[in-house]
């Protein structure tokens, strides 16, 4: 996605949505996994609705980056992703799980958007 020079200086995650394409929370989660500085799955869900929030700032919404934003903030929405945290401890319990797959090539292993944050392919 391409973005204008105030955009980026808004968003605290800028290369994630420079260098991807096909942007989701899955792979939002998988990036900040990689960058290292992965938090609780609250903090971590509700960056990336402030991320699209200020996102659909810059982008007119009949634009074609503006609907796409649109679409992923509605299922954000639909998703109710900030009220089915499953327990504090999942991700505790998720994230050695990913860095071992990581650190041995396993790129199989993905992080789930919807009730758990672990699913192995």
């Given at each position: 996605?391409?973005?204008?020079?105030?955009?980026?200086?808004?968003?605290?995650?800028?290369?994630?949505?420079?260098?991807?394409?096909?942007?989701?929370?899955?792979?939002?989660?998988?990036?900040?996994?990689?960058?290292?500085?992965?938090?609780?799955?609250?903090?971590?869900?509700?960056?990336?609705?402030?991320?699209?929030?200020?996102?659909?700032?810059?982008?007119?919404?009949?634009?074609?980056?503006?609907?796409?934003?649109?679409?992923?903030?509605?299922?954000?929405?639909?998703?109710?992703?900030?009220?089915?945290?499953?327990?504090?401890?999942?991700?505790?319990?998720?994230?050695?799980?990913?860095?071992?797959?990581?650190?041995?090539?396993n790129h199989?292993?993905?992080?789930?958007?919807?009730t758990n944050?672990?699913?192995r392919a």
């Amino acid at each position: 996605m391409e973005l204008s020079p105030e955009c980026v200086a808004a968003l605290r995650f800028p290369d994630f949505w420079q260098k991807n394409n096909n942007h989701s929370l899955q792979k939002f989660l998988y990036f900040r996994l990689a960058s290292g500085n992965l938090e609780n799955e609250r903090a971590e869900y509700h960056q990336y609705n402030k991320e699209l929030d200020i996102l659909m700032e810059f982008f007119a919404a009949r634009s074609e980056q503006g609907r796409m934003l649109s679409n992923m903030k509605t299922t954000f929405k639909e998703n109710n992703l900030s009220h089915r945290v499953s327990s504090p401890s999942t991700m505790a319990a998720c994230v050695p799980a990913l860095l071992s797959a990581c650190q041995h090539g396993n790129h199989r292993v993905f992080v789930g958007v919807h009730t758990n944050w672990c699913v192995r392919a």
